[in-house]
Nanobody, 123 residues
Framework: VQLVESGGGLVQPGGSLRLSCAAS????????MSWTRQAPGKGLEWVSE???????DYADSVKGRFTISRDNAKNTVYLQMNSLKPEDTAVYYC??????????????????WGQGTQVTVSS
């Protein structure tokens, strides 16, 4: 299994970036895929998920600004990030799996991770 992220970089507040994650070695089309992030000095944060049927879910912190999508023909998942804020600065990881409801909260289960791509939002 391989997950290779790309598209990170330095962008000014209010700007946009599009992250890509190229996947191989598993049945991509039947897998839920997530984007997570880790800001400096903070824990891992689930950002967004796209299911095998194409439905999507977002963290409240990015809802309305980020859009997750997938291209099953290319085995690739994307994260379009608009109206970026300094607090979006983090290493962004692509992962197989995501969150499921668990006793009023969420359980996070990931099978594999990519190496991550740095996103820095700064003027």
């Amino acid at each position: 299994v391989q997950l290779v992220e790309s598209g990170g970089g330095l962008v000014q507040p209010g700007g946009s970036l599009r992250l890509s994650c190229a996947a191989s070695g598993f049945t991509f089309s039947s897998s839920a895929m997530s984007w997570t992030r880790q800001a400096p000095g903070k824990g891992l944060e689930w950002v967004s998920e796209i299911y095998s049927n194409g439905s999507t879910d977002y963290a409240d912190s990015v809802k309305g600004r980020f859009t997750i999508s997938r291209d099953n023909a290319k085995n690739t998942v994307y994260l379009q990030m608009n109206s970026l804020k300094p607090e979006d600065t983090a290493v962004y990881y692509c992962a197989i799996g995501g969150r499921t409801p668990n006793w009023g909260g969420w359980r996070y289960e990931y099978d594999y991770w990519g190496q991550g791509t740095q996103v820095t939002v700064s003027s």
